[in-house]
């Protein structure tokens, strides 16, 4: 057995030098960050399995809208928020201001560190955690987790409107 995982482990060694030849790519690191994914979304698929209630049909046209604001929201607190910074510094460097409340930083490290740094720094990809997050809590815990997204959904759309009133100032005074 264990002469097969080394040969495995070797052939993807092998693409991966054949993938990226001028620049290390951490692949064992997305590999593990996709299998805790992988992980996460087979134990809450198991719960929502115990549960023995019929799945919807579909999702409601309101609660896409509610996830999808909230997704946004947190991905970006997750992701750039100053406050949040101390979770993401094991595994990026400060570069400086972002904008408003954010940060911009750089992701350190090698294989999983690396990996997992850029996870923690992109909110496009912190977006599917999340939005697995609250897809399943609609799932298991509607209520709550309808309230606890419209929270997120309703600062994300303050946050638009925020930015929409700063642009229409500038323009006005332009």
């Keep these: 057995m264990t002469e097969l995982l080394d040969e495995v482990r070797d052939r993807v060694d092998a693409e991966a030098r054949e993938y990226s030849p001028n620049e ?23 719960i929502v399995a115990g549960r023995r209630r019929p799945l919807p049909e ?10 999808a604001l909230a997704t946004a929201k947190v ?3 997750a992701t750039r928020d100053t406050v949040t910074s101390p979770i993401r510094a094991p595994f990026v460097q400060f570069e400086g201001a972002g904008g408003p409340a954010e940060v911009n930083e750089k992701v350190r490290g090698n294989g999983l560190r690396h990996s997992v740094g850029e996870l ?7 977006s599917q955690w999340i939005a697995t997050g609250f897809t399943f809590g609609l799932l298991i815990a509607p209520r709550a987790t309808r309230q606890i997204a419209g929270t997120f959904a309703a600062l994300e759309a303050a946050d638009l409107l925020q930015f929409g009133r700063a642009i229409a100032e500038h323009a006005a005074s332009s």
């Design 120 to 126: 923690l720094t992109c909110p496009f990809c912190m």
């Design 58 to 67: 579909r999702p409601a046209v309101g609660d896409l809208a509610l996830v």
């Design 24 to 46: 290390e790519r951490p692949l064992w690191g997305y590999v593990r960050v996709m299998s805790a994914y992988a992980g996460v979304v087979v134990g809450l698929g198991a």
């Design 75 to 77: 991905s970006r607190i």
